[in-house]
């Protein structure tokens, strides 16, 4: 089975001789935004940011859409890595929580790569390769339509249709722009190793300190099982909006560390594990251990030897640490969960969810629209992939969409190259251990979804360019 696509890129309407005054223009433009947003907070200025916070991360996207594909995909990853901590020091200094959910900037950028599937899909949509993007991007249109039908009209509904539909067109995006494989790999690289570092060290900080922003944030949300608003009580989430959310994304980035050369991979390996456990996020745990599994047997023997040395120095930075108060108490309690399922709270709460709600779901024919999590039940909206799925799409669109989906994983799966290219063996690891993770969250819209879809593209376009460099 083999997908092909068409050569098409958004940078192929530039002017080469442009490129050089494009970067230039956009690293002044990205300074200046954050040189702007840094001096708003620590003015206590939050409110000002409210309304421009999205508006002006949304034109910076745009721009660097048009004019620097490459700084427009680890703009993306920035704005995922940090966009829900601006957000919450916005509404600390604001008094109130703002409308919108915590990582709408980041979706907002992302959604921007849906003017790729506009722009090109007269091409794409005539050639059967391109299939299962299609499918996906069109059952989530479809899910959206039926909740539109069923009276889902208001501005929040809108937000949940960029959830489901950024990630998605994100993936396709990065696909689609095969060409630049080689710029799409080194950006995203350094964009994770410096945002483990980033992450890792803020989430050891919050641990400790439970800055003000995010005691108000848990003071005033629902998430209970997100731990107490106080130093040493907070399941770590650092500078994103969920410890699952941020077990996920520190997945992520600790994978692509194994094949890393930077120098600063093993100070951010050390931060970025010991956040990643304090986190308490069972399922990343249990999506790294499958990311790990389907990472290492494919790689060529000196990168076999490179990751076990990896390993070995990563471990001795970091067992030493888990193992010293005020942080072993907690990882070791959540890390024995995992061997007695039985007496654990959330787990027993999970599969009586599961036993409530999966035959209703099943029956589900048309859907009910975006965003429909079924009845209540011990389960919650976020803790499986496989339900929500059902209660939006119904039959009619989880066919179409899992089956792209799947589709794709086979593809991804028949790399013949990524033995040789760590990266790409990197995000091959990436998507099976988010997708991992499909019956204990919803990996499918938001932030999850960024990471399944945006891996799941950038290793098909490493496929895609490998093949065309053989040929």
């Known amino acids: 089975m083999s997908y092909q696509t068409p050569s098409i890129s958004i940078a192929d309407t530039i002017d080469p001789s442009q490129s050089t005054r494009h970067t230039k223009q956009a690293w002044a433009m990205l300074w200046a935004w954050a040189l702007f947003i840094a001096l708003c907070l620590l003015a206590k200025g939050g409110k000002v940011l409210v309304p421009l916070f999205p508006v002006g991360s949304l034109g910076i996207g745009l721009f660097l859409y048009f004019r620097t594909p490459a700084l427009y995909v680890g703009y993306v990853w920035w704005m995922l890595f940090l966009g829900s901590l601006v957000r919450r020091i916005i509404d600390q200094q604001s008094g109130y929580i703002t409308p919108g959910r915590w990582g709408l900037t980041g979706m907002l950028v992302a959604s921007i790569s849906i003017i790729t599937f506009i722009r090109y899909f007269p091409k794409v949509y005539r050639q059967a390769s391109n299939l299962p993007f299609v499918m996906s991007i069109m059952s989530v249109l479809y899910a959206a339509l039926v909740g539109v039908i069923f009276g889902k009209h208001d501005l929040q509904y809108l937000v949940v249709i960029f959830e489901w539909l950024g990630p998605v067109a994100f993936g396709f995006h990065l696909f689609c722009n095969w060409q630049h494989y080689p710029r799409f790999r080194q950006v995203i690289e350094r964009s994770f190793n410096w945002g483990v570092l ?86 990343a745990w249990v999506g790294w251990a499958a990311g790990v599994i389907a990472f290492v047997p494919f790689l060529k023997p000196k990168f076999q030897m490179r990751f076990l040395v990896t390993v070995l120095v990563m471990a001795i930075l970091v067992v030493p640490l888990v193992n010293m108060e005020p942080f072993s108490e907690g990882i070791k309690q959540r890390l024995e969960t995992l061997s007695n ?131």
Do not use: C
């Open 198 to 283: 980033v992450m890792g060290l803020y989430g050891v900080y919050q641990f400790l300190v439970a800055p003000e922003w995010d005691r108000f944030y848990l003071n005033n949300g629902s998430a209970l099982s997100f731990g107490t608003p106080e130093p040493l009580g907070i399941r770590v989430f650092s500078s994103l909006g969920a410890p699952q959310v941020f077990g996920t994304v520190m997945m992520a980035g600790l994978l692509l560390l194994f094949g890393s050369q930077e120098k600063l991979r093993f100070a951010a390996s050390g931060a970025g594990y010991l956040s990643f456990l304090l986190s308490m996020a069972r399922s």
């Open 341 to 471: 399922p039985q007496d654990d709270v959330s787990f027993q709460g999970r599969a009586e969810g599961y036993n409530d709600a999966l035959s209703l779901a099943l029956t589900e024919v048309t859907g009910d629209g975006l965003g429909s999590a079924g009845p209540d039940t011990a389960l919650g909206g976020s803790d499986s992939g496989i339900l929500p799925l059902f209660f939006s799409f119904g039959w009619v669109g989880v066919i179409p969409y899992g089956g792209g989906l799947l589709l794709l994983l086979l593809q991804l799966l028949q790399s013949r190259d990524s033995g040789r290219d760590v990266f790409s063996s990197a995000a091959r690891a990436i998507t099976l251990g988010t997708f991992a993770q499909v019956w204990l969250n919803n990996i499918f819209p938001a932030d999850l979804g960024l990471v399944l879809w945006g891996f799941l593209g950038i290793g098909l376009a490493a496929q895609k360019y490998h093949a065309q460099q053989r040929s």
